[in-house]
């Protein structure tokens, strides 16, 4: 079994799977129809304001595995079908953008400066085109990057971290979380610090269930999916009702104006466009491989790179950034999508979810079972089949597939979606509500679960209300249990050494960057 | 009618009456909830799993498997204590649930007799395994590294194992760094990883010690391991305790009598057909079905449950 192998079995693992449909005489694998319909669906999602892929997934998650079940074979299309959703939904977010001034996914604002000016000049169908070749050239090229770099990341890791630096690894990662997300350090704590308690009711090696207070729901801890869907979904949907309610009267005027007749995009303008998707792609993916910064933060920059290298080259006459430049929107494009594939580099060579799409491919992973994102994952092994490894070569080419979507259909689809943006939130948002608590109730068969979910709601409210970002909440909660078994282990292999975690020069390098990381969030804090 | 027709059309009468009874004694009044106390993917998940597709094939009943984890099986027993005894909520656990983890959490209230055995599925061939890396050969070469100095991490993946591994050290005048890991998986991957000296591995060792990667040193049992018969066995190191233990499948107590047997009956033919998907996981990752069923059973997790005092008692001098 050597390298080559393992890629080819993962293709068609992909390819081979159970028959979905046979189109004149070609079996078309339910992975493959999987991808599919969760790539249709992420477009649509992407161009409804309001609603993003994370939501999107979110609600599925628990349809599928009821569907799926929990066998291995669920793995492939499950996880197809949401990576579908994720590729989807980064090309559908430019399309309210560009059309009717509002972004449908928070990292396409940037996106409204240039696009909606270009649409307001009767250029609505280029931007749209602008914006789907920035972002899956953007996109490919993090996917590219991804699997290149997640398994020398993963061996590198397994071979050379020993139990306390892993430990150490897991707080950097959950300090560099807390003080990157949202503005403030001590938010970003706060929610990190809720999650950890979160995470440690009910678990533990003891056999009493600790923080239970002596109730039967609470013995077993929070379901995973109860908290994480509460905390992000319904949150969200409890705090996007109340803006609705306060600022119902104001309504968004559309403006689809293509009154020039040649919309098309020219390889001679593609090749004036590549130099800015170029850069933002590189800053996406630089970005999206560290965990929890995300796609907004990427717009930006690469908007603002765009921006200065547009000022030295631009000619006096011409319009700026900001009037209605096709450069503009694809500097943004081209950075939100390559967070994505970049993103998932924490998440397969160190099982550390980034941003909140990772945070449900994990919450996947771990409801079916038979695949833990991990640096277990990449090993090579020679004399039997390591599955888990084919699972994650499968993983690449269900991206790649749903790219190849991307490519060819995802321009066409993206330009019928503008319909989206006419779903009025009061119909939607309760829609959504009532389907993440049918889909907890599916998952979890237990009223409890939903009043979890409820409760885990009105904490993400709560947060949001206060400015404080819920992604550092869950990714703690993710990895809480990860991080007490590992101290734990940590503390034991070394005779119960008290000073693990500044024992050998790397967990001291690690230890170092958590406390740089903490003092240079503190600093940007006053000096703002 | 002749009389000697009427007596065979009765007697007929009667044996489609009883093979049909035979074949149904009990029928589940719905679908059947399988708590599993064993993370998903793992061996142990698969075997209840197969077994539960298995069943649904040959009987036509529906099973919903769940996971049930946490607290060495405390959390599924928890649950299933609660559940209704008429045969539609079942768990599968290991007998050291019912023995050591139940005499070890007082706290938890719950003994043996609040559960009905239905049947065991198979034993472990519980082993202590290196990575063949280590350049160990045998236990003895372990203890010679370990009074040499070199510190040992011993993985294991529960709290009675922890115990087993303290008195193993001490039986043989060393310390161990014992790390408490998450399932057999979690022991092979630290193994392989070099996060682990040695550990206990209960089967899953097994394509491992065929390939040459992993050596067993020891057998945790009271008997020798089918695989490396020549690895000393736990009591000719000192050490008085085994790990011999089953997995099993059980239920709440006051569960029906009639359905206890028709689902123990089935699941044995099951996993003892080596053809079938169960049975085939047996003997690779198992070694084979161990069944024990009805009374000897109950009576089996009652004296586990009484002499896990006894290992208590002994690990914490």
């Known amino acids: 079994m050597g390298t080559l192998d393992y890629i080819w079995l993962g293709i068609l693992a992909v390819f081979q799977g159970p028959e979905f449909v046979s189109l004149a005489g070609i079996s078309i694998s339910v992975t493959l129809a999987m991808i599919f319909f969760g790539f249709l669906l992420g477009v649509a999602v992407g161009a409804t304001p309001g609603l993003a892929g994370p939501i999107a997934m979110a609600i599925s998650l628990p349809i599928l595995i009821s569907i799926f079940g929990f066998t291995p074979d669920a793995l492939l299309p499950v996880l197809g079908f949401l990576i579908g959703i994720m590729k989807g939904a980064t090309i559908g977010g430019a399309v309210p953008a560009i059309l009717f001034n509002t972004p449908g996914t928070p990292d396409a604002f940037m996106t409204t400066l240039d696009g909606h000016p270009m649409a307001r000049r009767g250029l609505g169908g280029k931007a749209l085109r602008v914006a789907h070749f920035s972002s899956v050239t953007g996109d490919t090229f993090s996917d590219i990057v991804l699997i290149i770099c997640a398994p020398f990341l993963a061996l590198l890791v397994e071979g050379y971290l020993d139990l306390p630096e892993k430990a150490a690894l897991l707080i950097l990662s959950m300090s560099f979380i807390a003080a990157a997300v949202g503005g403030s350090l001590a938010k970003g704590l706060i929610s990190t610090g809720l999650g950890l308690l979160a995470a440690y009711v009910g678990t533990g090696q003891d056999f009493y269930p600790r923080l239970s207070i002596g109730n039967e729901a609470l013995s077993e801890g929070f379901p995973l999916a109860s908290t994480v869907l509460g905390v992000l979904i319904v949150g969200a949907v409890l705090h996007e009702l109340a803006l609705y309610w306060r600022r119902r009267d104001d309504g968004t005027a559309g403006t689809v104006m293509e009154t020039e007749a040649n919309q098309r995009l020219s390889l001679r303008e593609i090749g004036r466009l590549m130099p800015y998707i170029g850069r933002s792609a590189v800053v996406g993916t630089m970005i999206g491989a560290l965990p929890g910064i995300g796609s907004t933060l990427a717009a930006t920059i690469g908007y603002t790179v765009g921006k200065r290298r547009y000022q030295k080259v631009r000619k006096d006459d011409a319009l700026d950034f900001g009037e209605g430049v096709p450069e503009g929107v694809a500097a943004t494009e081209a950075a939100n999508s390559s967070v994505s594939g970049a993103n998932l580099i924490p998440v397969l060579s160190l099982g550390i979810p980034g941003n909140a799409a990772a945070v449900f491919l994990i919450l996947a992973a771990e409801s079916i079972g038979g695949f833990t994102p991990g640096p277990s994952v990449f090993k090579f092994t020679t004399d039997q089949v390591n599955p888990e490894l084919v699972i994650a070569f499968g993983l690449f080419t269900c991206m790649f597939l749903a790219n190849l979507m991307n490519w060819t259909i995802g321009g066409v689809f993206m330009r019928a979606m503008a319909v989206m943006t006419r779903i009025p939130k009061q119909v939607l948002l309760p829609v959504v509500l009532l389907l993440t608590l049918t889909a907890i109730y599916v998952q979890e068969t237990a009223m409890a679960a939903v009043w979890f979910t409820l409760g885990f709601g009105v904490l993400g409210y709560l947060m949001r209300v206060l400015a404080i970002s819920p992604l550092p909440f869950v990714i703690a909660f993710i990895l809480g249990g990860r991080l007490e078994d590992t101290s734990r282990q940590a503390f034991a292999a070394t005779g119960g050494d008290p000073w693990f975690l500044v024992s050998s020069p790397v967990s001291i390098a690690f230890m170092a960057l958590t406390a740089i990381v903490v003092v240079a969030a503190i600093r940007r804090g006053r000096t703002d | ?317």
């Open chain 2, 1 to 317: 009618m002749p009389s000697i027709w009427k007596t065979l059309i009765a007697g007929a009468a009667m044996l489609a009456t009883a093979t049909g009874a035979m074949a149904a004694d009990w029928t589940p009044p719905g679908p059947i909830k399988l708590l599993i106390a064993f993370r998903a993917g793992g061996g142990a998940d698969t075997q209840a799993r197969l077994i539960a597709e298995t069943l649904e094939d040959k009987l036509g009943w529906k099973f919903i498997p769940e996971q049930a984890t946490g607290k060495g099986g405390l959390t599924m027993a928890a649950a299933l204590k609660k559940a209704p005894a008429d045969g539609t909520v079942v768990g599968m656990a290991v007998t050291e649930t019912f023995g050591y983890n139940m005499a070890a959490a007082p706290n938890a209230g719950m003994k043996p007799s609040d559960f009905a055995g239905i049947t065991t599925t198979a034993g472990f061939q519980m082993g202590v395994v290196s990575a063949s890396s280590k350049g160990w050969k045998s236990i003895d070469d372990m203890i010679a590294a370990a009074k040499g100095g070199e510190p040992i991490r011993f993985g294991v993946m529960s709290p009675r194992l922890a115990d087993i591994a303290y008195l193993l050290g001490k039986a043989q005048g060393v310390d161990f760094n014992i790390v408490s890991v998450q399932g057999g998986r979690a022991v092979l991957d630290g193994v392989n990883a070099g996060d682990l000296d040695v550990g206990f591995m209960a089967g899953i060792q097994r394509a491992g010690v065929a390939a040459g990667d992993l050596v067993n040193l020891a057998s945790a049992l009271s008997v020798p391991l089918e695989q490396t018969p020549d690895a000393p066995t736990l009591a000719t190191l000192g050490v008085e305790f085994d790990s011999d233990g089953q997995f099993l499948f059980v239920g709440p107590a006051g569960m029906p009598q009639d359905a206890i047997d028709t689902m123990a009956k089935a699941i044995a033919e099951t996993i003892s057909d080596a053809e079938s998907k169960p049975g085939g996981l047996i003997k690779k990752a198992f070694g084979g079905p161990v069944i024990i069923q009805g009374a000897e059973l109950d009576a089996q997790l009652e004296a586990g449950f009484q002499s896990s005092e006894a290992l208590l008692k002994a690990a914490s001098e």
